[in-house]
Nanobody, 122 residues
Framework: VQLQASGGGLVQAGGSLRLSCAAS????????MGWFRQASGKEREFVAT????????LYADSVKGRFTISRDNAKNTVYLQMNSLKPEDTAVYYC????????????????WGKGTQVTVSS
């Protein structure tokens, strides 16, 4: 599966952005999907993940209550709605797909898209 993330940009603290990740190739609905991020000089970290049907989600504690992951299997797209953004949310955001069960471990994801930069100014 090929993944393409979009929707990043520059936003002020307290603002919102919605990231999209469009998938092509094998059946999108067969994959668990996740969002990860990597700030400059730091390791890639888990943000959120969603199961195949969209009924089950997991979030990093740092984004819980502010970010929402969702998916539209008819459109082969997964979304990350980011509200109440903070400067510490600044990072390159990546979407990823996995054949196996939900995981927070980026090393267990099978496919990655190119990232999209999110910059939150104070």
């Amino acid at each position: 599966v090929q993944l393409q993330a979009s929707g990043g940009g520059l936003v002020q603290a307290g603002g919102s952005l919605r990231l999209s990740c469009a998938a092509s190739g094998r059946t999108f609905s067969s994959y668990r999907m996740g969002w990860f991020r990597q700030a400059s000089g730091k390791e890639r970290e888990f943000v959120a993940t969603i199961n195949r049907s969209g009924e089950s989600t997991l979030y990093a504690d740092s984004v819980k209550g502010r970010f929402t992951i969702s998916r539209d299997n008819a459109k082969n797209t997964v979304y990350l709605q980011m509200n109440s953004l903070k400067p510490e949310d600044t990072a390159v955001y990546y979407c990823a797909a996995r054949d196996g069960i939900l995981t927070k471990d980026p090393s267990r994801m099978d496919y990655w898209g190119k990232g999209t930069q999110v910059t939150v100014s104070s």
